[in-house]
């Protein structure tokens, strides 16, 4: 009884934190504008289950893709026992499927540990891919700190947890072995069955020990990673089912124009009389500053990231050595929405704080590097799109402040008065064919 009620306590302490924590993501991605995406639902439930579920786009670069699915699987499947262990601490049973199941319990767990084999050594893989041969997409300017401490530290939690696992079950056997009370018999498993012999030479107290905090140690710590991914970039093991789902799903070179700009070069064309375009919105702003300019589907795509770097690896202009790294996009607009969420919960001044994202966070340098070639969004395996968030906030600069780089004003210039980015008049454009023809 005692258990039990310590069991309900971790719960409830857990599912209080969970609880509030994706409140306050919630918040925060509620603080972009607008955005209806309502279309298409059979495409967009398609897009999910191949992208997302199905892990289409991973499988562009076999070898991680691979041992990524490996942990996916195993993740998804092992947490089937986690339910089982879930309702054990509930109903203060143990193995509670165990007597209904019969030798398919034995074989179902046994493929659970193998899953579980297969999960550490995919995160050994990816340790000494991090580590030791250092992928260079691991190793960019923003991903220095925190960022590769994060990604190390929850593969080195993955592989205590299956650890934890498998020593509860090697001890659990020990104890039906010795004929412990509420230790139902299960038969042998196949990979603790082999770990039996480290445990051997323990005494009935030290089993039960072992065996009770590896349970109460693997049920916590899962526990205390489903909070811990929330701050995590790990968070796209959740987010990437609705962004996916919500993904764009117009050609990828299509850039969004805004209808009040449309409308005021119709009406200079003489293409509209401007009677049909509605007033503009007040205080209506070109492109974006800061995070409240933004959509909420921009800023759900920043909690999607999961800082693998393939948008970055593939950026043209960051191979080049530019400044601009399309995966620094998304972590400081998430970096942005944390700080500005965070003083709105201690009561500060959130948007009002003196910065912006751009400048504070995301530097000029940055977006004009960008040749809007959309390699980035290609790449990334949960469908986000950092360029949409570049030409926002270049949008903001050039219509804004006017600010654009004086060549880019040169070029814009020269499209309103030639039809094209060079300086000469429309009726001298096809001179070059014309010479091609005397010769």
């Not at 193995?95 to 084999?117: H, M, N």
């Not at 659990?172 to 004929?179: F, M, S």
Request: proline share 4%.
């Amino acid at each position: 009884m005692i258990a039990q009620l310590a069991f309900v306590a971790v719960l409830g302490f857990f599912g209080f934190l969970l609880f509030r924590r994706i409140q306050r993501i919630k918040k925060n991605i509620g603080i972009g504008k607008p955005q209806p995406i309502n279309d298409n639902q059979s495409e967009r439930w398609k897009t999910m289950l191949l992208v997302a579920f199905g892990q289409k786009k991973m499988f562009k670069r076999l070898l991680p893709a691979f041992f990524h699915l490996l942990i996916y699987v195993g993740f998804i499947l092992i947490n089937i026992e986690v339910l089982e262990i879930i309702l054990d601490g509930l109903l203060g049973t143990h193995r509670l499927f165990a007597p209904y199941l019969g030798s398919f319990y034995t074989g179902l767990i046994s493929f659970f540990e193998v899953l579980a084999v297969l999960v550490i050594l995919a995160c050994v893989v990816f340790l000494f891919r991090r580590n030791v041969t250092r992928v260079d997409r691991f190793h960019k300017v923003e991903m220095k700190g925190w960022p590769t401490l994060d990604g190390n530290l929850i593969l080195v939690i993955e592989i205590v947890l299956m650890v934890a696992i498998l020593s509860m079950n090697a001890t659990d056997q020990l104890l039906q072995e010795r004929g412990a009370d509420h230790y139902t018999q299960t038969g042998t498993f196949l990979v603790s069955g082999m770990m039996k012999p480290l445990f051997a030479g323990m005494g009935y107290g030290g089993l039960l020990f072992v065996e009770r905090a590896a349970w109460w140690f693997h049920i916590v710590g899962i526990f205390a990673f489903a909070i811990y991914v929330t701050y995590s970039k790990h968070l796209h093991i959740f987010m990437a089912f609705p962004n996916t789902f919500y993904s764009r799903l117009t050609p990828k070179g299509k850039m969004n124009n805004m209808d009040e700009i449309t409308n005021e070069v119709k009406i200079m064309l003489g293409m509209s009389t401007g009677e049909d375009a509605g007033a503009p919105p007040e205080g209506m702003k070109f492109g974006a500053k800061d995070i409240n300019d933004l959509t909420w589907k921009n800023l759900m795509e920043a909690y999607s990231c999961t800082e693998c770097g393939r948008c970055t690896s593939e950026c043209p202009a960051n191979l080049t050595g530019k400044k601009l790294s399309p995966r620094k996009i998304m972590m400081d607009t998430r970096d942005r929405m944390e700080d500005v969420g965070l003083s709105l919960q201690k009561g500060g001044k959130g948007l009002e704080d003196g910065k912006s994202l751009l400048d504070d966070y995301i530097t000029r340098e940055e977006l004009n590097a960008c040749t809007s070639c959309n390699a980035c969004v290609e790449a990334c395996p949960v469908n986000i799109n950092p360029l949409d968030i570049i030409l926002q906030m270049r949008r903001y600069v050039a219509m804004e402040e006017s600010a654009a780089p004086q060549s880019w004003n040169m070029m814009f210039q020269n499209v309103e008065t030639n039809f094209a980015p060079w300086k000469f008049a429309p009726t001298d454009r096809f001179k070059w064919a014309d010479e091609m023809k005397e010769k």
